[in-house]
């Protein structure tokens, strides 16, 4: 895949280029905050296929359920959410976030997590591995 993206306000442009893994729907807690709406979209990939083009990322570590890290980045002009780091993955993986892509609809999810926080109304149309 070769994807770009960026965030609301242009100052923050990314390019991927590789593979994707796992494209999980989260609908955590932290995510429903994080995110400002019901779920989290992401595509999962190898950090190595992707480059900052313009701008720069703060970043926001939190600490979830599990007592593991995550690192969550933004554009510190206009707030939007780009990627986020796992320490129960591994510095090496990256997890672009799908509405910041020029193309969204490249994104499949394949995936749900902690389903057990999902909103009532929710209902997802995509074939997913469905994990509590
Ligand atoms: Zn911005
Ligand atoms: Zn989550």
Known sequence: ???????LC??????YSGEFLRQPICHCRDCQRWSG??????VMVPKSGFTLLSGE?????????????????FCPVCGSG??????????????IKAGTMDDPSVVVPNVEIFTRAKLPWVSIEAETEKHA
């Open 57 to 73: 990322l703060r970043t926001y570590r939190a600490t979830g359920e599990s007592g593991r890290w995550i690192d969550r980045s």
């Open 82 to 95: 780009i990627t986020h780091v796992l320490e129960v993955r591994g510095p090496d993986i990256v997890v």
């Open 37 to 42: 709406s019901a779920f989290h979209v992401g």
């Open 1 to 7: 895949m070769e994807v770009t993206g960026g965030c």
């Open 10 to 15: 242009g100052a923050v442009r990314y390019g």
